[in-house]
């Protein structure tokens, strides 16, 4: 008898660590759900993702390019009938990470509760990086002009995404003087969503260097679902970190040409090697990945499964 209450201890136990269940494609998104939107833009590189937590918080994180700031971020944005963003994350201050929050924070018609970002102090900026400083300044000061509180994080720090939804921050500004980082990508805002028994990992532009940083600081990568990092794409998701990461599926928010790219097909093969299913947004350009926090799944409202 002890030793089948003892199995069905360590059975129990391995089903908690093992996740949420992925339950793939549903014809619509269940009510009370925690909501990843990947939003794609054509033809561009640009991280743009919408989470709205079950009590309808909404985090923005990345804003996409300049150039597509009210094509697609505000289009995106009102299509969804959003007005009020509760938090504006912003991975890296690269153009195609934070160019359309320049078109966001111009517009008064929409609401932002606070930004969340991280970066490295002025003095150790990585060389060769002067736009993204510029950038952060530019932001910084529309914030404030705004007064929108403005908070820094970095490794250790906790995320509140509203409804039970927390993150843990295990990338941030990594110092280039200690680490050598050799551009901004490698100070990327990393950090891993968590709902119940759901997670997923956020990347930004995480690059090799950064990653070794995150595993010599004991940062976890596990995850059930991995945001690709760099629109998986080069300098990045190197084959120690997908396997620690482990998803059971895995996204990127690719335009097409990236896909046909070298860089593109090396990190399909990749993910194809580890039989992990791959949805990129120029497939898939609304994809909505949502979870209860047992189970996790996927829609699409262009229905093409």
Request: proline share 5%; with cysteine; glycine share 8%.
């Amino acid at each position: 008898m002890k030793k089948i209450i003892l199995a069905s201890i360590i059975s129990v136990i391995a089903l908690a660590m093992s996740g949420a269940e992925f339950i793939s494609w549903q014809k619509s998104v269940p009510g009370n759900s925690l909501e990843v939107h990947q939003i794609d833009n054509p033809r561009e590189i640009g991280d743009i993702y919408i989470v709205i937590a079950p009590d309808k918080t909404v985090s923005l994180i990345d804003t996409g390019v300049i150039n597509t700031g009210k094509s697609v971020l505000i289009k995106a944005l009102e299509k969804r009938n959003i007005k009020k963003i509760d938090q504006l994350i912003i991975s890296h201050f690269h153009s195609d990470h934070v160019g359309g929050a320049l078109t966001l924070l111009a517009d008064p018609a929409f609401e932002i509760g606070k930004i969340i970002c991280t970066f490295p102090p002025e003095e150790d900026i990585v060389p060769g990086e002067m736009s993204s400083l510029k950038f952060y300044r530019s932001v910084k000061i529309m914030a404030q002009d705004r007064n929108i509180p403005w908070i820094q994080v970095n490794c250790g720090d906790v995320l509140n995404f509203g409804g039970d939804v927390t993150a843990e921050v295990i990338g941030g500004a990594t110092p280039y003087a200690a680490h050598r980082i050799g551009d901004h990508n490698g100070q990327s805002l990393v950090f891993k969503l968590k709902y119940g028994d759901f997670t997923m990992l956020f990347t930004g532009d995480l690059s090799w260097a950064q990653e070794k940083v995150i595993f010599a600081n004991k940062g976890n990568f596990k995850c059930d679902v991995l945001k690709m990092a760099h629109h998986g794409g080069a300098g990045s998701n190197s084959d120690e970190m997908v396997d620690a990461a482990n998803p059971i599926i895995a996204l990127a928010t690719q335009p097409e040409w990236l896909a046909r790219d070298q860089r593109g097909i090396r990190v399909e093969k990749m993910l194809a090697k580890r039989n992990i299913p791959y949805f990129r947004s120029w497939e898939y350009p609304d994809l909505i990945l949502f979870s209860n926090g047992k189970t996790f799944g996927l829609y699409n409202p262009l229905n093409k499964c």
